[in-house]
């Protein structure tokens, strides 16, 4: 596998991208490695659409543009066109965050089916996805993952959300998965989406849930999950990630006073990663897995335990996956590669997308070496070109 993939190849990465593409990302990603500048650029935007300021053009023609498929389902088209000639599928996400009304959450579930009614007659649309808070409030959540015999009426309009959603998968018979979010909510979220599970994965894997691997106790919960599918009979979806909500998961903690979930190191995180991809395939007849990384070396060690197992990279059990914007080196060169592989696009009004944005901004930011690395492939490809057109004009 290892001579197969190259992740440095940068004409692959980089095919469907014009010169001027090239140019604005990078200068994208230079300036989001300017740590001080995104920590304002942030507080700056969330307080200026507070009071009107009007700034969306500005968001929309940069971060947006970059990170984002478009405002409507329908604006995401010509991207979803674009990856469908490099063999790269899409994830269209509708990424609206901090609602809580009842009557958004209700158009949310509208909005989701009509999300899997799109993905079920697009050929290059993998799966539908949703975030639970999409469809209920987090203190809700909160509240049912902290008590187990938690009732309200509030939280059964949440289980009539989940059943209404894998309902609508399963006549469509569409893949959705469902999204991870702050520990402190996931214990409900994750029962509910095991639910789905024991109700529609019965012979083809249609619901799969998030496992966050910076969580300590992840590599434990995803055993706990597949022991109940392997005893109920039912197939175990799992996208594995190691978590957008670090930051957020150690300040609660420490403003709290306990121990913060995320692993204390990313050694540690990288460590459970592994463990969690190694388990995977450990049950290949039990578990399809979507492996939803940046990182070269998991998607390696994932790739080769893939071809291990099913002696192919394209099997439908097994899918990698990055955002957009992110990682085209991974993406396009495991697509050549052979493997199943998606691209996670959001999309919703600037504003309602915001949150997602900032979150990308300060993982670009934060995690040592992505930007490096995305502006040293960029520079690598820039300059490539560069000498292709001298060496033509010659
Ligand atoms: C398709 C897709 C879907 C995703 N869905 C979700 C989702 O539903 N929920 C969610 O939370 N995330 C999700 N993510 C993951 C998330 O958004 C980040 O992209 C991901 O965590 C970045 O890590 P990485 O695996 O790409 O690799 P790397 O760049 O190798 O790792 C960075 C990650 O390591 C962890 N880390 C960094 N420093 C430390 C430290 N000091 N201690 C402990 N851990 C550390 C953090 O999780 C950090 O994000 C998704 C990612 C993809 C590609």
């Given at each position: 596998m290892n001579e197969k993939v190259d992740f440095r190849n940068t004409e692959v990465a980089f095919a469907s991208k014009t010169n001027a593409e090239l140019l604005k990302a990078r200068f994208l990603f230079e300036l989001l490695r300017n740590k001080p500048l995104v920590a304002f650029g942030n507080s700056f935007v969330q307080w200026a659409l507070h009071i009107g300021l009007p700034i969306e053009w500005l968001i929309k023609s940069t971060v947006f543009k970059h990170f984002c498929g478009g405002v409507t389902l329908d604006s995401c088209k010509p991207l979803v066109a674009r990856l469908e000639e490099s063999g790269v599928s899409a994830i269209l996400d509708y990424s609206v965050e901090g609602q809580d009304s009842e009557s958004q959450f209700d158009q949310n579930v509208q909005l989701i089916q009509e999300e899997i009614n799109n993905a079920s007659k697009?050929?290059?649309?993998?799966f539908a996805v949703f975030k639970p808070t999409s469809i209920g409030r987090i203190e809700v959540f909160e509240a049912a993952s902290t008590d187990p015999t938690f009732a309200s009426l509030e939280f059964e309009a949440i289980k009539g959300r989940y059943k209404a959603i894998g309902q609508t998968a399963a006549a469509l018979s569409q893949p959705i998965m469902i999204d991870a979010e702050e520990s402190w909510m996931q214990t409900s979220a994750d029962a509910l989406a095991l639910d789905l599970m024991r109700e529609?994965?019965?012979?083809?894997?249609l619901i799969y849930n998030t496992f966050q691997m910076y969580l300590s106790d992840r590599l434990q919960k995803l055993k706990d999950c597949a022991r109940s599918a392997e005893e109920e009979g039912f197939k175990l979806g799992a996208k594995l990630v190691r978590g957008a909500y670090m930051e957020k998961e150690r300040e609660r903690a420490r403003k709290l006073g306990y121990t913060s979930p995320?692993?204390?190191t990313k050694e540690a995180t990288d460590t459970l990663f592994d463990q969690a991809v190694a388990f995977v395939f450990e049950n290949p007849e039990s578990i399809a897995v979507f492996v939803g990384t940046h990182n070269e070396q998991s998607t390696l060690k994932a790739a080769n335990l893939a071809i291990e197992k099913?002696?192919?990279?394209?099997?439908?059990?097994v899918w990698f996956g990055q955002l957009q914007g992110m990682s085209d080196q991974i993406t396009y060169n495991m697509a050549s590669a052979g493997a199943r592989v998606a691209k996670l696009i959001p999309y919703g009004p600037v504003k309602e997308v915001l949150p997602y944005l900032i979150r990308r901004a300060e993982e670009n930011t934060s995690i040592a070496g992505q930007t490096g690395r995305e502006l040293s492939l960029l520079r690598k490809e820039m300059s490539r070109r560069k000498h292709q057109t001298t060496a033509q004009s010659k």
């Open positions: 697009s050929k290059n649309i993998a529609y994965n019965i012979n083809n894997v995320v692993c204390p099913y002696t192919t990279l394209d099997h439908a059990n």
